[in-house]
């Protein structure tokens, strides 16, 4: 009886089935919180190569202990627990109860073989629930990595973002250089033209006051002729007179006087050639200096005038 009890409580259905529950729990919780984050990775050596096979092999073990129907078993263990437990609780004869432990006892034989032949038949789940966590490990891995190629991505965009606003702000600058380059090539070649037409402008005043100078000297000189040649005919008239009044008079007078007309009809013609020398340099004079406002030349033209009528008086 005493071993009939013992089987009894060890061929408990029901906390064997709590009791395989619970650590197949507990096995799947330690595996897949055993590495809870990336910075607890696991040793080199545990981790398992995930390749298609490995896959496959885990499909196939999620699949059969799919069909096992566990949820459904434990309603059928449930069943059978309450049925011993009824049994226990009843108060048989000696000879009955004898029968009945002994029909328990092959019964429960029949049902522990089917438990633990089901059991055997059902793949390991230990490699299962290893690539499980393996698999949330690398998942968990490539969510952060995905995460930090999401920030290097918009980090990225925004750098491109800058570096084509940079680029155009350097075509614009290259533009806006060239512009102002060609602008002061503009203003370069304005600048050479307005030194080229300063330099012909002082030229043209230095050549303006020298033809000034010398139309100054020339007009002096005229003057100077001038002057000379009214004193030469003031003393050809006085000696006209004088030859007039004294026609009656000595030999020797009258060939002093002859001399002295002759000599100052000499005298009248040099001048005569240099007054028509004159005349032709403050021709040319007037000429060169007409381009430059025609300085002095009423003034010298009214002297040459004067000086050409009284020669023609004079003659």
């Not at 919780?29 to 050596?45: I, K, M």
């Not at 995930?50 to 059969?64: D, G, K």
């Not at 403050?282 to 040459?304: D, F, I, N, R, S």
Request: glycine share 2%; net charge negative.
């Amino acid at each position: 009886m005493n071993f009939l009890k013992t089987l009894d409580q060890a061929l408990d259905f029901e906390r064997l089935e709590k009791t395989v529950t619970e650590r197949v729990q507990q096995a799947a919780l330690s595996v897949v919180e055993e590495f809870p984050d990336r910075h607890r990775a696991a040793p080199t050596g545990a981790l398992l190569t995930i390749t298609p096979t490995v896959l496959v092999e885990a499909r196939e073990v999620s699949e059969i202990w799919q069909a096992y129907e566990m949820e459904r078993r434990k309603d059928e263990w449930e069943t059978a627990c309450e049925e011993l437990k009824v049994l226990g609780s009843k108060d048989e004869t000696t000879h009955i109860a004898l029968q009945a432990w002994q029909r328990r006892a092959h019964d429960a034989e029949h049902k522990l073989y089917q438990l633990y032949s089901s059991l055997l038949a059902l793949p390991d789940p230990s490699p299962f629930l290893f690539l499980l966590s393996s698999l949330a490990a690398r998942v968990q891995d490539l969510e952060d990595l995905n995460r930090k190629l999401q920030v290097a991505a918009d980090q990225a965009a925004k750098d491109d973002a800058e570096v084509t606003s940079l680029i155009d702000k350097h075509q614009r600058l290259l533009e806006s250089t060239k512009e102002l380059q060609e602008e002061l090539a503009r203003r370069d070649a304005r600048i050479a033209d307005m030194s080229a037409a300063a330099a012909e402008a002082a030229t043209a005043r230095q050549e303006m006051s020298l033809q000034a100078a010398e139309m100054a000297r020339l007009q002096r000189s005229l003057r100077s002729v001038k002057d000379e040649y009214e004193a030469t005919q003031q003393s050809l008239f006085e000696l006209q007179s004088r030859l007039e009044n004294l026609a009656g008079s000595r030999q020797q007078e009258a060939e002093l006087a002859s001399e002295e007309l002759e000599r100052v009809t000499k005298r009248a013609a040099e001048l005569e050639l240099e007054r028509q020398q004159l005349l032709s340099r403050l021709e040319t004079a007037k000429q060169a200096a007409a381009a430059g406002g025609g300085l002095g030349l009423p003034e010298a033209g009214e002297a040459v005038r004067r000086t050409s009528g009284t020669s023609k008086r004079t003659v």
